[in-house]
């Protein structure tokens, strides 16, 4: 299988023009035989723009919300998404988790995209303070919140609509004192959400890829693990040349 390389923009750069910019210089960078499948998350305004200038990427939009039309201010919903031409959806950031997002709201977004036939990236992950009680209290917190935030239905899930991103809170690069974590906790941590994906929602090959504080100098020692399936990149995703020399990694 394919890595997984996302570009998570947040919200950043400032303009469409300089989003399309960057955009593009990414696209140049990207082999025709290219290894990896990558997605690039721009902010809403800048998506329908960002996504005339992608041949060999895909569009991923970074929030939806749970309804599919009526009266809620600002939000954005998951056929809107489709409409713009959103592939991927990135949902649960610990960033929205922070400012409130709770498990129940996470789990409705999930359903409803997942409704719309886009595939959801949904972010799971740690705080420091558990991680530092070990790395068996981490998988426990992850558990649980795997539990809560994946909705039960009715019908199998498709394997490929649902990555789960493991992205430990204290290693994305915007908290103070991040540092990426090692590789080798990941790997086991994916293997670990792997196993809970099989056994509670019987999702089988599902693709879990790993994300904080992912640069062009350490990604090879997360992608070379052939557990974790690609890697949710921040920072590194705004620098066209650093994306691309991850993008590239064989
Ligand atoms: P980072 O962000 O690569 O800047 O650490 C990752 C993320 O928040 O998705």
Known sequence: MKKLIVANWKMHPDSAK????LAAKIEK???KSNKAEVVIAPPFPFLEDVKKVLKNS???AQD???ENKGAYTGEVSPSMLKSSGVEYVIIGHSENRKLGETDAIINKKIKAT???????????????????K?????KNFVQAQLKKDIPTTNYKLPTTQLVVAY????????NKNSKPDRPEDSAEMIKYIK??????FYILNSRVVYGGSVNSRNAKNFLQYKEIDGALIGGASLKAEEFIKIINIK
């Open 29 to 31: 960078g990207i082999p």
């Open 134 to 138: 070990g790395l068996s209290s981490a």
């Open 114 to 132: 997942l409704k719309e036939g886009l595939k959801v990236i949904l972010c799971v992950g740690e705080g420091l303070e558990i991680r530092k």
């Open 167 to 174: 992205e430990p809170v204290w290693a994305i690069s915007t």
């Open 64 to 66: 939806v919300f749970f």
């Open 195 to 200: 196993q809970i994906l099989h056994s509670k």
């Open 18 to 21: 300089n989003a399309v910019s």
């Open 58 to 60: 895909k569009l991923g």
